[in-house]
C-alpha cells in the first residue's frame, strides 16, 4: 500500500483564521512533508520531518508550524490565514534513505476569503 | 530557482501521437524525476534517470538526460488519452538538500481522443 491520506480534501478558510491540514500514511515512512502548489507554479517544499527532527525552508519559515505526533501523521498549521495562503498542499512521504523517491497525497484545496 | 523555465507550459496533442516534454535545471543534481499529476490527484513519480544514465526506458516513457547541458526529456510515445495530466520534472539536492525536491513548472499535456 502506496496511500498517503490527506484531510479535508478541500478548507475555506477566513482571513485571519487559523488552519489546521492533515496528513498520514501506513508506509512506515520516516520522512514527510509538505509542499504548496499554486496554479501553473512548481510545487514549493514548505517544510518536512525527518522523523521528529523539524526542517523549515527559509522562505516560509514563520508562515508555517507542523507537528508529528506519531511515524503515521503529519499536520500543517497555519496561525493565521491571509488570501495569499490560497493554494494546494500537498503532503509526501519517503523513507529516509530513498528521499527522491516521495509518494503524494491527493492535496488539500485551501480557499482563503 | 531550480529550474530555467517558470511558467507551465501547455501541449495539445491528437491520440497517438508521440510527444516529448524538456526541462532543464541550473544546479548539480545526481538524480532527475518525473513526475506525473492527474486533475484532483497529487504526483506520482513516472521515471528516474540518475546522472550516470543517459537514457531510461519504462514502458511507452523514455527518459533522458545530459548532464553537460544540465536537461532533461520525457518522450511518451502512442499517447492515450489518459496520458492527459501535468508532467513535472524534478531534482533533489545533496548534502544538507537532501530531501528537498525542486520541481520545474511542469508541462500541461491534454491528449484528444
Known amino acids: 500500500d502506496t496511500t498517503v491520506k490527506q484531510n479535508p480534501r478541500y478548507k475555506l478558510a477566513r482571513v485571519g483564521k487559523p488552519v489546521n491540514l492533515i496528513c498520514s500514511q501506513t508506509m512506515n515512512h520516516d520522512t514527510m512533508y509538505w509542499y504548496q502548489k499554486k496554479p501553473n507554479q512548481a510545487p514549493k517544499l514548505l517544510l518536512f520531518?525527518?522523523?521528529?527532527?523539524?526542517?523549515r525552508e527559509a522562505d516560509t519559515f514563520e508562515k508555517f508550524q507542523s507537528s508529528r505526533p506519531n511515524n503515521s501523521f503529519c499536520s500543517l498549521y497555519i496561525g493565521s490565514a491571509g488570501l495569499e495562503y490560497s493554494a494546494m498542499y500537498l503532503c509526501a512521504s519517503s523513507r529516509r534513505d530513498k528521499t527522491y523517491e516521495q509518494y503524494f497525497g491527493p492535496g488539500t484545496r485551501l480557499t482563503v476569503l | 530557482s531550480q529550474w530555467g523555465e517558470e511558467n507551465l507550459q501547455a501541449l495539445s496533442i491528437q491520440e497517438g501521437e508521440d510527444v516529448t516534454m524538456n526541462c532543464s535545471y541550473k544546479t548539480y543534481t545526481t538524480v532527475v524525476q518525473w513526475y506525473r499529476q492527474k486533475s484532483g490527484k497529487g504526483p506520482a513519480q513516472l521515471i528516474l534517470?540518475?546522472?550516470?544514465?543517459r537514457e531510461k526506458r519504462s514502458g511507452r516513457l523514455r527518459a533522458t538526460l545530459d548532464t553537460s547541458s544540465q536537461s532533461s526529456s520525457l518522450s511518451i510515445t502512442g499517447t492515450l488519452a489518459t496520458d492527459t495530466a501535468v508532467y513535472f520534472c524534478a531534482t533533489e539536492g545533496r548534502g544538507s538538500a537532501l530531501g528537498r525536491l525542486h520541481f520545474g513548472a511542469g508541462t500541461q499535456l491534454i491528449v484528444i481522443p
Open positions: 534517470i540518475r546522472s550516470n544514465e
Open positions: 520531518y525527518y522523523d521528529k527532527i523539524l526542517n
